[in-house]
Every structure is written in C-alpha cells, then in structure tokens.
C-alpha cells in the first residue's frame, strides 16, 4: 500500500531530478564539445597528411633536334636517367616531410635536382655534338618546380610539418630565433666549429690519360675542385641553418650526386680511346672535417 510522500520528501526528489538533469544536460555539453575537437582533430589530420606535392621539369625530348643514330643509345640513356632523377626527388619528397627550414625543398631537393639534370642534359648536347651540330641552350630546361599539393608551395617552402605549423610558419622570424638555434645546436656545420669538407683525390686514381682525352679530364678534374670550394662556401653561409642533418641532405648529398656526374665524364671521355676505368664512384662520396 503505497503512502503519500511528505512534503519536504517530495521538496528533496525535485532538488536531486534537478541536479540529474543538469549532469545530464553538462555531459551532452561536454561529449558535443568533444565531438567538435575530434572533428577539427581529424580535419587537421587530413591536412597534416596532405601530399607535399610533385616535382615536375620541363621536357628534354621535345627539344632535341634530330639524333644521330651513332647518338641514339647514350641520348637515350640519358633520356631515361633524367626521368629516373625526377622519380628520385619525388621519392625523396615524401620522405622528408617536415624536415628543415623553409628552404628545405629548394637547398635539399631542387637544387640538386637542378645539377644532375644540367649534367646529364649537357652528356645529351655532347652526343649529338660528336657526330652532328651540337644542340645549345638545353641548360635551360634543367631547373625544375615543386607543383605544390599541400602546404608546400614551389618557391621551396618546406612540406607540412607535424602539429606545430604555426612555428614553422615562422621559422625566419625572430621570434623563433632559439627554435632555430637550437636545431643549429646538432647542426654538424655550427657556429664555431664550421669545419671543412674534404674529399678523396680522384687524379691520383685515374689510369694513363689518352691525349685526345686529356683536355675534357683536365676540365672536369678543375670542376671537382670547384665544387668542393662551393660547397665550403656553402657549409660557412649556412651555419645554423636546418636541423641536424642539414649539412649531409643540403650539402654533402647533393655535392656527392655532382661529383658523381663528374667522375662518370671522366671515365667516358678515357674509355673513348682506352679502357674505360672502373669504380671511381667510390670517390664521390665526401666528409666533415671539423
């Protein structure tokens, strides 16, 4: 037999209701709120995993006159090593997302892109030079751009970084001057203690210079020893610069691709009239001495 509450029974069932009511009311708050976080959550997610883009550079093929059969094999050759240098880029693209300063793409990537396709372009120009007119003005189809698919844009600002955009936005301001000093603190070319790149000595390796091939050598040994000086001149301008692996990605790796190019000239313009000399890539590869 159920009994009529008293009144202040019934005053104490309305004041808890009440208070039910409002948890109930702040965790539909709350959970929509959530709800919102999870969602920006995710939408900065699928930006953050935006592509950084592609690579792209103006076609070789199109611009060749007509090839000599004697040229046909090396232009080819070559045709599909440029190609191969773009795939490489591309892959290297991905691979670096968020790394280095703002001029990570261009110092790391683009530039380097640039000299191995002005060498290769150029071993194209000599092909069809020995047998016919030698084709002129092809460096200029060897700088390329990056076509931008995420934050990347194609003056080489760097990819998207991982959660702290905003900083890397900046990265040139002085606002995030110790940011920047901190990375130069691992930087193998710091303030201080530069250091200077040497590399092995490729004349000491070579084997009997034919005479016929001793101006095209002479050349391209002279070229080594430039482009080791650029890339001290380089390490001394960009102390502080980057993160820990800069001075290996913007400059040891892509002087490394140049001498590379380098030494293969050599040993072609040998092999012409002798025997052509074998493993001297091992000689491409330079070091940091601080």
Do not use: H
Not at 56 to 62: A, H, K, Q, R
Not at 158 to 170: E, L, M, R, S
């Amino acid at each position: 037999m159920s009994r009529a509450l008293p009144k202040y029974n019934k005053r104490r069932v309305a004041i808890i209701g009440g208070a039910v009511a409002v948890a109930l009311t702040g965790a539909v708050v709350v959970n929509t709120a959530l709800a919102g976080e999870s969602k920006s959550g995710a939408t900065n997610a699928q930006t953050l995993a935006a592509g950084p883009g592609t690579i792209v550079c103006p076609d070789v093929t199109s611009k060749l006159p007509a090839i000599p059969a004697s040229a046909k094999a090396e232009v080819d050759r070559n045709l599909a090593l440029l190609q191969t240098q773009i795939q490489e880029a591309n892959t290297r693209l991905q691979n670096t997302v968020g790394q280095g300063g703002p001029n990570f793409v261009q110092n790391a990537i683009l530039g380097p892109l640039k000299d191995k396709r002005v060498s290769t372009v150029n071993r194209i120009a000599t092909a069809i030079g020995r047998t016919a007119a030698k084709p002129t003005g092809l460096d200029a189809l060897a700088p390329c751009a990056l076509n931008a698919g995420g934050a990347a844009t194609g003056g080489g600002a760097t990819a998207p970084a991982t959660g702290n955009n905003g900083n890397n936005a900046n990265a040139g301001n002085n606002g995030n001057a110790g940011n920047n000093a901190n990375n130069g603190n691992n930087n193998a070319g710091n303030a201080g203690a530069v250091g200077t790149i040497s590399c092995p000595d490729v004349a000491s390796q070579l084997p009997a210079v034919p005479a016929s091939a001793q101006a095209e050598v002479d050349r391209n040994l002279a070229l080594l020893q430039t482009q080791i000086n650029e890339a001290n001149t380089r390490l001394k301008s960009t102390v502080g610069q980057g993160g820990p692996n800069f001075v290996q990605n913007a400059i040891l790796g892509p002087l490394q691709g140049k001498r590379e190019s380098t030494i293969d000239r050599i040993a072609i313009s040998i092999g012409r009239q002798g025997t052509k000399p074998q493993g001297l890539n091992v000689l491409a590869t330079c070091t940091l001495n601080k």
